[in-house]
């Protein structure tokens, strides 16, 4: 039995007070039936590590080089991730992708530096509104997923995968639960392909998820819980998105 997972992306937001703020919502709101974490820019993981430390709540980073050490100037490597207790990075995030330009080969070798060091990555899939109404989700999110599947091998089992529509993002737009569930179904199928662990792989889903329809997104047979970005900003919203994911 697969254990939903919760993961705030707190993208470029925060300050110290709305940290802490945040923070002291969520563990006030504890227990939570399903696993509960949040991925803070590089300059906050240390206080929300002094935080979170054993409060049974994940923190994990939005970023990581695929490079070990070296003269990569502003790159984060997951060996220093590793060292601040993080638990998960997101790495292949559309916006990565999109304003970073970031190639499918360059995600799969993000995910495999964080397996390296004990980090499990989170890797981002999903289609933009052109490439849906090209009839084209299909096979986007298929090769995006089948560079991760074989640059990390047989370690693919180990990995958190988050289909993001990207026409879903920030815009309100949220994917129906039966649109949602047709991909994961499709993602679950290739790795079912790849790994016999697939069947306890946690696939979230992405893009706009808000309180009052994490339930039904969350009760599809595929979907393990959801990537949250703007509500996780809001302690209320996001813990109750968190109890939605049980």
């Known amino acids: 039995m697969r254990r939903n997972l919760v993961v705030g992306n707190w993208k470029m937001h925060g300050s110290h007070v709305a940290n802490a703020e945040l923070l002291a919502g969520i563990l006030e709101s504890k227990p939570y039936l399903a696993d509960v974490a949040v991925c803070a820019p590089f300059p906050y993981l240390s206080e929300v590590a002094v935080a979170l430390t054993g409060s049974g709540v994940y923190w994990g980073a939005q970023d990581c080089s695929a490079h070990e050490q070296g003269a990569y100037t502003g790159e984060v490597s997951a060996g220093m991730l590793h060292e601040f207790g993080c638990r998960y990075v997101i790495v292949g995030h559309s916006e990565r992708r999109a304003y970073h330009a970031e190639s499918d080969q360059l995600v799969a070798d993000k995910a495999k530096a964080a397996l390296a060091r004990g980090v499990t990555p989170i890797v981002c899939v999903g289609e933009t509104l052109a490439q849906r109404e090209a009839g084209e989700t299909e096979p986007v999110v298929k ?104």
């Open 143 to 246: 090769r995006q997923l089948s560079a991760v599947i074989h640059t990390v091998g047989h370690c693919i089992g180990e990995i958190v995968v988050a289909y993001e529509p990207v026409w879903a993002i920030g815009t309100g737009k949220t994917a129906t639960p039966e649109q949602a569930q047709q991909v994961h179904a499709l993602l679950r199928a290739q790795l079912h392909a790849a790994t016999p662990h697939s069947g306890d792989m946690r696939l979230l889903y992405g893009g706009s998820v808000k309180a009052d329809n994490a339930v039904s997104l969350f009760s599809q047979p595929d979907i393990d819980g959801g990537l949250i970005g703007g509500a996780s900003l809001k302690a209320a919203e996001f813990t109750s998105i968190c109890r939605a994911a049980h």
